[in-house]
């Protein structure tokens, strides 16, 4: 279902953006502000990928907070800092854990179905950058074009319907502006 006329570009924050804690094979969100940057590709890709002509937006699972774990304060600094850093146009924050999830909370196909309406973009010409299998299924839920940044966590199922593996933010942004151009 087209929900509008813009391309876009929704990316997962944690393990696309910002560099995550790595432990027995999997990622975790930084909890700590102290602990919060970004890959050295993010800003670049961002600018690169507004450049193009898409909207860029980030959607992002952040259940430290639905936990208890952190304080929303230190989340929005977070942000604010990711704003300063990568000139990203929005970003959808679902703060639920899986024992309190909706339809927001990927794999949840929520916020990205919200991006699409608010910024008027049609999914599928709309690409969804994650390093989870849970992104991809939300990107593949909502009608975007999923693409798959293997971090080689080893103790999460890898996605199976995905248009491109890549290994960083940088990569699946050549791929998807090579994409757009061969298009064209």
């Known amino acids: 279902m087209s929900t509008g006329c813009r391309r876009g ?64 304060a230190v989340l929005e600094e977070m942000h604010h800092r990711l704003r300063a850093e990568a000139p990203v146009d929005d970003i959808e924050v679902c703060t639920e854990t899986r024992a309190q999830a909706t339809d927001r909370r990927k794999p949840g196909p929520g916020m990205l179905l919200d991006a699409a309406r608010i910024w008027r973009l049609d999914p599928g010409v709309s690409y969804a950058v994650g390093d989870r299998a849970t992104d991809v299924e939300a990107a593949c839920r909502a009608g975007f074009i999923p693409v798959f940044i293997d971090r080689g966590y080893t103790a999460e199922p890898q996605p199976t319907r995905h248009a491109a593996t890549v290994y960083s933010l940088g990569e699946a942004t050549d791929w998807i502006l090579s994409r757009e151009s061969n298009a064209a």
């Open 9 to 72: 570009v929704i990316l997962d924050r944690d393990g696309v953006l910002v560099i995550p804690e790595f432990r027995c094979g999997r990622s975790f969100a930084p909890r700590r502000l102290e602990d919060f940057r970004l890959y050295p590709d993010a800003a670049g890709s961002v600018r690169a990928l507004k450049a193009a002509g898409f909207v860029v937006i980030v959607a992002t699972n952040q259940p430290d907070v639905g936990a208890g774990l952190m304080e929303r």
